[in-house]
């Protein structure tokens, strides 16, 4: 499976990071990570191809390139709203209008609370289209007890809404 990852806003990247740390290791995964997540956070994984956010032409750009799925993790609400009005004016809002024309897997996972009126428009807009909107909401009848059991839990979901098949949480029998 090629998978891309990318990573906006500011606020939540630790997530971000911890969704790519727990993927499988066949999993073959393209990361863009926007200015203001790297201003704090460093990116330093080996198992993952990492593109600037500027480069446009990056082979992830292309629909020939053929990615399986994109997740955004987080995703900014200046992110969400570009890509809802179909501009693509940086490799993250590009790999997204990409998989949207291919009908392709696109998880967002926006980081905002609360959610403007324009900001659930520009979801109901996007879930319309088959987008997966996705923002990490506590499940509280996952029993988790510690922050990092519910932080598994929100990124298992957000695995299986993609088909990656995980045991990061306890399922229901």
Same mark, same amino acid.
């Given at each position: 499976?090629?998978?891309?990852?990318?990573?906006?806003?500011?606020?939540?990247?630790?997530?971000?990071?911890?969704?790519?740390?727990?993927?499988?290791?066949?999993? !073959?995964?393209?990361?863009?990570?926007? !200015? *203001?997540?790297?201003?704090?956070? %460093? &990116?330093? /994984?080996?198992?993952?191809?990492?593109?600037?956010?500027? /480069?446009?032409?990056?082979?992830?750009?292309?629909?020939?390139?053929?990615?399986?799925?994109?997740?955004?993790?987080?995703?900014?609400? *200046?992110?969400?709203?570009?890509?809802?009005?179909?501009?693509? !004016? *940086?490799?993250?809002?590009?790999?997204?209008?990409?998989?949207?024309?291919?009908?392709?897997?696109?998880?967002?996972?926006?980081?905002?609370?609360? &959610?403007?009126?324009?900001?659930?428009?520009?979801?109901?807009?996007?879930?319309?289209?088959?987008?997966?909107?996705?923002?990490?909401?506590?499940?509280?009848? %996952?029993?988790?007890? %510690?922050?990092?059991?519910?932080?598994? &839990?929100?990124?298992?979901?957000?695995?299986?809404?993609?088909?990656?098949? *995980? /045991?990061?949480?306890?399922?229901?029998?």
């Amino acid at each position: 499976m090629k998978l891309v990852v990318a990573i906006t806003g500011a606020s939540g990247v630790a997530l971000g990071k911890k969704f790519i740390d727990y993927l499988p290791e066949n999993i !073959d995964v393209h990361l863009v990570v926007s !200015d *203001n997540a790297f201003t704090v956070e %460093s &990116f330093e /994984n080996t198992k993952v191809t990492l593109h600037s956010s500027e /480069n446009i032409a990056a082979s992830i750009s292309s629909g020939s390139f053929r990615v399986d799925a994109t997740a955004i993790i987080p995703c900014s609400m *200046n992110t969400l709203a570009k890509i809802a009005c179909g501009i693509s !004016d *940086n490799l993250t809002t590009r790999v997204a209008a990409v998989a949207l024309k291919e009908q392709k897997k696109l998880l967002l996972a926006p980081r905002e609370l609360p &959610f403007s009126a324009i900001a659930l428009e520009n979801m109901q807009k996007l879930a319309a289209l088959g987008v997966i909107v996705a923002p990490p909401v506590m499940g509280y009848y %996952s029993e988790a007890s %510690s922050l990092e059991e519910m932080e598994r &839990f929100i990124i298992g979901k957000w695995y299986d809404a993609l088909g990656i098949d *995980n /045991n990061l949480f306890i399922r229901w029998e």
